[in-house]
């Protein structure tokens, strides 16, 4: 069974501070995404990577970086927290053939106050 | 116009009926296509894929219908813990992995 773990399930940080959230899947996928969740909003995706070092915008990158530097492991990093970034944050994982399904993480809930 | 559209609901429906969601799709070119439950403050799971012939699992029953752009989900026999909202998710394209959410349909099932 694949497993898509975040580090975090609650996280509060203060405006300004840099936030890093880390997510490690074990099934060898080779895609990786961070998406956020917000009630209105659905699913927006931030960041994706189909390989190591490699990453691509999404639809809401403005805010966000993200690191891969090893296949497993895929980091969403907040520059400087702003509190617009409070939200439920979700990693997921897929092969990368077509009508392979994502396999979510378990979420963050981040709040910047 | 969204990319992924859902009617939104809510749905609520007595234990035993039959409920039925669809999704619409604007982009032609998607390949893949999904069904995921999500329960209250936890993460989306994937109920089904949803093939070109139609697929059934128990008492879920999914279909696309390329032609008009939608995909549906049919339930029978609801159970109470049917309750969830329930998102269509299509990918495809350029790059097979990167997949749209619908805003998801939800859905309480009441005894």
């Known amino acids: 069974d694949v497993k898509v773990t975040q580090s975090s399930r609650y996280l509060v940080k203060r405006t300004g501070e840099k936030v890093f959230l880390e997510c490690v899947q074990d099934m060898d996928h080779e895609n990786m995404f961070w998406y956020r969740q917000d009630p209105g909003l659905g699913l927006r995706l931030i960041y994706f990577s189909y390989d190591v070092k490699m990453k691509e915008k999404g639809d809401i990158p403005e805010g966000y970086s993200v690191s891969r530097e090893k296949k497993e492991r895929f980091s969403l990093i907040l520059e400087s927290a702003s509190t617009n970034q409070t939200s439920m944050y979700l990693c997921?994982?897929?092969?990368?053939?077509?009508?392979?399904?994502?396999?979510f993480g378990n979420g963050t809930r981040l709040t910047v106050t | 116009r969204k990319e992924v559209e859902q009617d939104p609901g809510p749905f609520n429906v007595p234990e035993g009926a039959t409920v039925a969601f669809n999704c619409t799709y604007s982009n032609s070119a998607s390949q893949s296509f999904f069904w995921y439950r999500q329960d209250c403050r936890k993460e989306p799971k994937l109920l089904m894929s949803?093939?070109?012939s139609g697929n059934e699992d128990g008492r879920f029953t999914a279909q696309l219908n390329r032609a008009s752009q939608y995909i549906s989900l049919l339930i029978r026999d609801s159970k109470l813990s049917d309750s969830a909202t329930y998102l269509c998710?299509?990918?495809?394209?350029?790059?097979?992995?990167?997949?749209?959410f619908g805003d998801g349909t939800t859905l309480t099932v009441k005894p």
């Open positions: 949803v093939y070109s």
């Open positions: 997921a994982s897929s092969l990368v053939q077509p009508n392979s399904p994502l396999h």
């Open positions: 998710v299509v990918a495809g394209g350029t790059n097979a992995g990167k997949s749209t």
